[in-house]
């Protein structure tokens, strides 16, 4: 793992489930300071987080998009619109949602093949700018999954977004925080990085990352995302 950074970034989750214990802990160990708000008031979340994440700060949702460098979003989809829009204005936000039929309800909005749930978080949120990320490795895997750089075999996370500039700095923070970044296009490229297409729950390095995103096409989920499109 990378050494523990001086006077490093903070990094925001908005989401107290699995995946933002995970993320938090990751960032916690790779030097950056960590807030966490979820649903709950944080004194609700905060032996949870005291525990499973030692060293982060649980807090509410606003004071976490008001204090934070980096927002992730680690929230279930279908409550994304409770994300607190203006307090993001000018914000780095990673989207690590998922739309789950169980937890979201049968939503056509979140499942439909034209467009990506990342680019409808980019609509919500048009004075953020919003890089996909941490959505398609399950949570056990990213908890075990860190290595060192030039470690062989290390894992890969895949990325994507509008900004070539944001996707840059997501590089360098998916590589701080242990694996390999892998850029898979623009929000609108990030359907591959969903539930349906191989990648997703893949735990895979970077070139079988590139591998699967460039088969993306010619899968079946692929084909129906074209023929939608």
């Known amino acids: 793992m990378p050494e523990r950074l001086e006077n490093a970034a903070t990094i925001g989750i908005l989401g107290a489930g699995k995946v933002g214990t995970v993320l938090g802990r990751l960032f ?5 300071r960590v807030l966490i708000a979820s649903s709950k008031p944080p004194e609700k979340i905060a032996l949870t ?9 649980a807090t509410t949702a606003e004071e976490v998009a008001r ?17 607190p829009v203006p307090l ?11 739309y789950w039929w169980e937890i979201d309800g049968h939503r056509d909005d979140l499942n439909d093949p034209r467009v990506s749930t990342s680019e409808l978080v980019q609509e919500l ?5 919003v890089i996909k990320a941490f959505n398609h490795m399950g949570y056990h895997d990213l908890d075990e999954g860190p290595a060192a750089v030039g470690t ?9 977004g509008d900004s070539p500039e944001a996707l840059d700095v997501v590089s360098g923070l998916v590589d701080a925080v242990g694996f390999d970044p892998v850029v898979a296009g623009t929000l609108r490229d990030s359907i591959a990085l969903q539930p349906g297409a191989a990648l997703f729950g893949a735990n895979f390095t970077a070139d079988a990352v590139r591998e699967a995103l460039e088969a993306f ?3 079946e989920r692929g084909r129906e995302v074209a023929a939608a499109r």
């Open 28 to 32: 916690i160990a790779a030097g950056y």
């Open 49 to 57: 987080i005291e525990v499973l994440v030692p060293g982060a700060v």
């Open 67 to 83: 204090n934070s460098d980096f927002v992730i979003l680690a929230l279930p989809l279908g409550k994304y619109r409770s994300i």
């Open 88 to 98: 993001l204005a000018g914000k780095l936000v990673l989207d690590a949602m998922n």
């Open 125 to 129: 949120l048009p004075a953020s700018t």
């Open 152 to 160: 062989p075999g290390r894992k890969a996370i895949a990325i994507a």
């Open 217 to 219: 096409p010619e899968s």
